[in-house]
């Protein structure tokens, strides 16, 4: 078995690559699958607390790319999830402590242990976006609808395919169904129509994320959360399973109700 | 319902189709690099050839960059009002 390496970009901040990374490795560590998630935003290291883990560092990517540690010790691994691992970005140095190859380095050696690499790519278009789809089998472009967001989506996929990296499959995070049905927000099929990829899955907004995150604990293990839910399935169409698409008009309706009914709703 | 009744008594495009209307024209000129002045100067062009050898007019003349997918189309629809020599 060799591992898939699959990185994740956006073009523009903020849209939710470090939650995607987290929460899709997360949840292909639930399915039995041994994974590595690796923070390429040098400098500005944030998987790390979006997994609650740390407090649990101790050598981080750069040490292991200028061989101050084994690989195997720059991998910390997860509390709650067996075969998660993180190996998280240096917070101390910039985006030139790793070149492209460093990172095709450093996944063809996790290739042979495991089975999926997810790299969580910078934002932007520059050098470390570049370390970060250098050793990619698959790119997954995260996208809000949002027109910043789409455009900057168009630009990174133009590059992805210059770069010879296949068509990546698109993300769309932070879907607001209720904002949709007014016809005030972009709806799926709008950006998929605009983007012109294939669409790997939606995950609607969600309170609890936020929630999830304050906690270091991936939405994805909360299965009452629709975004949790957005992600397993998500997790299940990468090993290959053919999944519908989340019906988020009646998930948020019949959610909403249920928890209101019990008190615990938003 | 609320928003049905809004969209049929209200002749304003909702916001989302706005977004979708502007981010369609952005990513044709990001995707090109071809700015709508530029289009308007290629079209200019255009005519000036083809009027060296057929009569046409411009104002019927239309000249759209469409998508098909991830590939952009030039597409150019030039009604031929007749032959140059008619003219003299």
Known sequence: ????????????????????????GAALATMGQRVACIDADIGLRNLDVVLG????????????????????QAMIKDKHIPDLYLIPSAQTRDKTAVSPSDMIRICDELRPDLDWVIVDS????????????????????????????????????????????????????????????????????????????????????????????????????????????????????????????????????????????????? | MDNFINRIFSKEPSSADKAKDRLRLVLINDRTDLSAAALENLKDDLLEVLSRYIHIDPKSMRIDITQEGRQQRLIADIPISGPISRKY
């Open chain 1, 53 to 72: 883990l740390e407090n649990r560092i101790v050598y981080d990517l750069v040490d292991a790319v200028e061989g101050r540690c084994r690989l195997s």
């Open chain 1, 122 to 266: 910078p934002a932007g278009i520059e050098r470390g976006f570049k370390n970060a789809i250098a050793p990619a089998d698959e790119v997954i472009v995260i996208t809000n609808p949002e027109v910043s967001a789409v455009r900057d989506a168009d630009r990174i996929i133009g590059i992805v395919e210059a770069e010879e990296k296949g068509t990546p499959k698109l993300l769309i995070n932070r879907l607001n169904p209720e904002m949709v049905k007014q016809n005030n927000m972009l709806s799926a099929d709008d950006v998929v129509d605009l983007l012109a990829i294939h669409l790997l899955g939606i995950v609607p907004e969600d309170k609890a994320v936020l929630i999830s995150t304050n906690q270091g604990t991936p939405i994805t293990l909360d299965n009452k959360s629709l975004a949790g839910q957005a992600y397993q399935n998500i997790a299940r169409r990468l090993m290959g399973e053919e999944i519908p698409l989340l019906d988020l008009d009646k998930g948020s309706g019949f959610f909403n109700r249920i928890s209101s009914v019990f008190g615990s709703g938003d």
């Open chain 1, 1 to 24: 078995m060799s591992a898939k390496v699959i990185t994740i970009t956006s073009g523009k901040g903020g849209v939710g690559k470090t939650t995607a990374t987290a929460n899709i």
